[in-house]
């Protein structure tokens, strides 16, 4: 499937999202932003995982040019990327981004949107915002703190700080490295977790990710936790588990 400067296929319960703008290195244009919100809105039902990925040796520079005038009107831009990176936050399966080349300015966003973020060892990580007079969008501001410390924030956005393969992790910008290929690991990633028992693993996702937000409810989740307990795929997981772990009664022993 194709869609502006956008590819997608699905491949074992993983859908793959790659940015395909090389000659552009995968500039962030409006229209390419509104794509990948459509391909994840909303999920097919047989995908378990998705991985974003990009082409070529550039993850992507962020911002296309093209599409910006240095006036009032960019805030369009930020509402595109505002709704994609809300489309990957709120999806229903995990996602996993793919880095493998340089990530800058509103990739960084798209980037952190997903769970879990895998870095080669040709990328890096940079927001100069401040060095284009910018404050950057502050909603984009609250969801890094929500998802980074405070710490690497302040150093991403006031000093437009570059983070390496190895800093990103340190920092917790990336969650992984990868060595020599980013785009492997992540699919390897997502092939995992599609593995996995989906309603366990989406309900999971989705607190993890009320949390960050601050909307975590105890009681609502205690009864989606007694829901999963009395589900049939717990039941018969469970019943699986004993088969292997514990012992019959004709293979303990006598006294």
Known sequence: MTGSAIVAHRLDGVLE??????ERRN?????LLRSLREMVEPMPADVGAVVLSATGPVFSAGADFADLTGTPSDLEFDRELS???TALRNAPVPTVAAVSGPCIGAAVELA???DLRVAGP???FRVPAVELGLLYNPESIRRMHATLPRATVTRMLLLAERF???ASVEAGIATHRADPDARERALELARSIAALPKAAVGATRRLLRELDEGRYADSLWQKVRVELLASPERRSLVAAARQRHVPSASSRPTE
């Open 164 to 166: 390496d393969a190895v």
């Open 122 to 124: 040709q990328a890096c």
């Open 112 to 114: 952190l949107s997903c």
């Open 83 to 85: 709704a994609a990176c």
């Open 27 to 31: 500039a962030l244009s409006r229209a």
């Open 17 to 22: 999202i790659r940015l395909d703008r090389p």
